[in-house]
């Protein structure tokens, strides 16, 4: 019987947030120490085939991370995109949207964060947000969330006739656990800068944000969703890097063949000698 992969333990096939264990441990290592070694290995392997991607020059992968404050988007930046060149590497990270922004489509900042063709992206929120968000403000009617459903499933498609592959992966946190995360920041003065009051207002509203991730991973899944258990940092960060893994293993990326006489160039070298 085939091995059981990560992509296929955490696809969300059917979405029901509920039942999603935030601590669980669903396929993989058991604990801290088993999933430090095993990324030490994935980061070796993750690093090769990186190299082929950007010496094909032709396709791209990007890694799409949503989830509840704390749950860890920027940690996975550090410790997974950490561990390939970061010369192939484009990271974009989406906030509230500027004055600038607003006055155009909403995807259109996505669209400028794109990665190039070779290298391997990762957004830290992303085109979700301007559903998300605007959903449980009520910034917005439920037919243009309806809109922006169908809007971002045809995006989604056209970066995949495109060459971009897409890792969506959804930080799943418990909300004890997030208010342990936001009390850290308080009670760390190396970490105050990272807290804001309004993750409080953000926080009151869990069941509404629960609700809005229900529906957008529900209507959005012509790209899967991988649900990452996320209460755990070095779970969660094993976890998204094996999804990337395999993704690229799956992608196969190839070395290109030399545009020149290998021979050729190395009689050339060796009787080019500049000091003779």
Known sequence: MAKKSVRDALRLDEVDLSTLDPAGRPIGPRNKKEAAEDLVATGAELEDLQEALY???????????????????G????????????????IASFKKPTAAELRHHYLWRIRRALP?????????????????VPKVERLITAAEVRGRYKEINAFEQELADSGITLVKCFLHISPEVQKERLLARLDD?????????????VRSKWSKYQDAYTQALKNCRDTPWYAVPSDRKWYRNWAVSRLLLETLREMDPKFPPPAYDLEAEKARLVNNDPLR
């Open 55 to 73: 010496a094909e020059d032709g396709r791209a992968v990007l890694l799409v991370l949503q989830g509840m404050d704390t749950s860890g988007k």
């Open 75 to 90: 940690g996975v930046v550090r410790h997974v995109m950490g561990l390939v060149n970061p010369q192939g590497v484009r």
């Open 116 to 132: 190039d063709k070779g290298h391997i992206g990762a957004f830290d929120r992303s085109h979700y947000e301007d559903v998300l």
């Open 189 to 201: 003065p190396k970490k105050n800068w990272k807290y804001n009051p309004a993750d409080i207002d």
